[in-house]
């Protein structure tokens, strides 16, 4: 993550990325704005809050797939078919179609924070499993530990449970148990978990004060839900990392079914898209910074770019 953006930084559209994500949280958030870490710049801002740490880095993941979905616009002659969100990439989603713009996109993110704090919700965390939702699910009921939930089905051997930082060591080590790798997601942070309704409820209302356009392209979530194309489905898809599971592998099927060849990736590196080939073998997956360019006869038809969530970035594969 630091530095992630450096070698693209003097471009345009990344610059003017950053700095209107800085103006809009530099006053309500003490914390290392997302420039600072993206472009490996040093960085005196500070924050005593607890959780900081976990501000800044979900500022900088949205921050980073936005300013990269802008850059492959202007450096690119396509127009994406979807823009898909993953988790917290929801939100970067609806910004990257201009729904939301990129301050209010941010100021989201920080709504979310601190409706975290004044509900106090416990902490909690993330749990990668090298096993298939259902086995996953049934291994969930095995082992009783009734604060996990499945919280993303991203592949056919890849699944993420969500909850307390205890049980969730249980239940990898029962899956060790089993020879069945897992790998701990890099936050401390509770997502898609009922526990978290008061604080979407908070983050909606907030929602409701900010200006939502129509989509600039089609846009959808990974949620179970489907592709929200009025006002008030637009504003329930920002709380939609918070309170839903994400159904990564059956909107992928979708996709693919609905004539799907090209992904790009709006992150430095791989890390959606090879779930999405593990469904979908035939996918042509890059990264925005990633050679070859979209072969022409793809460019506005049936592309897809999906955007980085909190989900999924530790890949038991």
Same mark, same amino acid.
């Given at each position: 993550?630091?530095?992630?953006?450096?070698?693209?930084?003097?471009?345009?559209?990344?610059?003017?990325?950053?700095?209107?994500?800085?103006?809009?949280?530099?006053?309500?958030?003490?914390?290392?704005?997302?420039?600072?870490?993206?472009?490996? #710049?040093?960085?005196?801002?500070?924050?005593?809050?607890?959780?900081?740490?976990?501000?800044?880095?979900?500022?900088?993941?949205?921050?980073?797939?936005?300013?990269?979905?802008?850059?492959?616009?202007?450096?690119?002659?396509?127009?994406?078919?979807? &823009?898909?969100?993953?988790?917290?990439?929801?939100?970067?989603?609806?910004?990257? &179609?201009?729904?939301?713009?990129?301050?209010?996109?941010?100021?989201?993110?920080?709504?979310?924070?601190?409706?975290?704090?004044?509900?106090? &919700?416990?902490?909690?965390?993330?749990?990668?499993?090298?096993?298939?939702?259902?086995?996953?699910?049934?291994?969930?009921?095995?082992?009783?530990?009734?604060?996990?939930?499945?919280?993303?089905?991203?592949?056919?051997?890849?699944?993420?449970?969500?909850?307390?930082?205890?049980?969730?060591?249980?239940?990898?080590?029962?899956?060790?148990?089993?020879?069945?790798?897992?790998?701990?997601?890099?936050?401390?942070?509770?997502?898609?978990?009922?526990?978290?309704?008061?604080?979407?409820?908070?983050?909606?209302?907030?929602?409701?004060?900010? +200006?939502? #356009?129509?989509?600039?392209?089609?846009?959808?979530?990974?949620?179970?839900?489907? +592709?929200?194309?009025? +006002?008030?489905?637009?504003?329930?898809?920002?709380?939609?990392?918070?309170?839903?599971?994400?159904?990564?592998?059956?909107?992928?099927?979708?996709?693919?079914?609905?004539?799907?060849?090209?992904?790009?990736?709006?992150?430095?590196?791989?890390?959606?898209?090879?779930?999405?080939?593990?469904?979908?073998?035939?996918?042509?997956?890059?990264?925005?910074?990633?050679?070859?360019?979209? +072969?022409?006869? #793809?460019?506005?038809?049936?592309?897809?770019?999906?955007?980085?969530?909190?989900?999924?970035?530790?890949?038991?594969?």
């Amino acid at each position: 993550m630091p530095g992630a953006l450096a070698q693209v930084g003097d471009h345009p559209a990344v610059r003017s990325t950053l700095s209107e994500v800085d103006e809009a949280v530099a006053a309500a958030y003490p914390g290392p704005l997302p420039s600072s870490l993206l472009l490996g #710049a040093s960085e005196e801002r500070t924050s005593g809050a607890s959780g900081s740490v976990e501000v800044a880095l979900h500022l900088a993941v949205y921050t980073q797939a936005l300013a990269l979905f802008r850059l492959l616009l202007a450096t690119e002659d396509m127009r994406p078919a979807t &823009v898909l969100g993953h988790s917290l990439g929801d939100i970067a989603a609806l910004a990257a &179609v201009g729904t939301v713009t990129a301050g209010d996109g941010a100021k989201l993110l920080l709504a979310a924070e601190a409706a975290r704090r004044r509900h106090r &919700v416990p902490p909690g965390g993330l749990l990668a499993l090298r096993l298939s939702a259902s086995d996953t699910a049934r291994l969930l009921r095995e082992q009783s530990l009734p604060g996990l939930r499945l919280a993303c089905d991203n592949a056919p051997r890849q699944s993420v449970v969500c909850g307390p930082a205890e049980q969730l060591d249980a239940l990898s080590a029962a899956a060790r148990g089993r020879s069945v790798k897992t790998v701990r997601v890099a936050t401390r942070t509770l997502f898609h978990s009922p526990v978290l309704r008061a604080v979407a409820d908070d983050v909606r209302d907030v929602a409701a004060r900010l +200006p939502f #356009a129509t989509p600039r392209f089609p846009v959808r979530s990974a949620a179970p839900v489907p +592709p929200p194309r009025h +006002p008030a489905a637009l504003r329930d898809a920002v709380t939609h990392h918070l309170t839903r599971p994400v159904c990564f592998r059956q909107t992928t099927s979708v996709l693919a079914l609905a004539g799907t060849t090209v992904v790009i990736e709006a992150a430095p590196r791989l890390l959606l898209t090879p779930l999405m080939k593990a469904v979908a073998p035939a996918f042509t997956v890059r990264t925005v910074l990633s050679q070859p360019p979209v +072969p022409s006869d #793809a460019r506005g038809t049936n592309g897809t770019i999906p955007r980085e969530g909190a989900g999924t970035r530790a890949d038991p594969n």
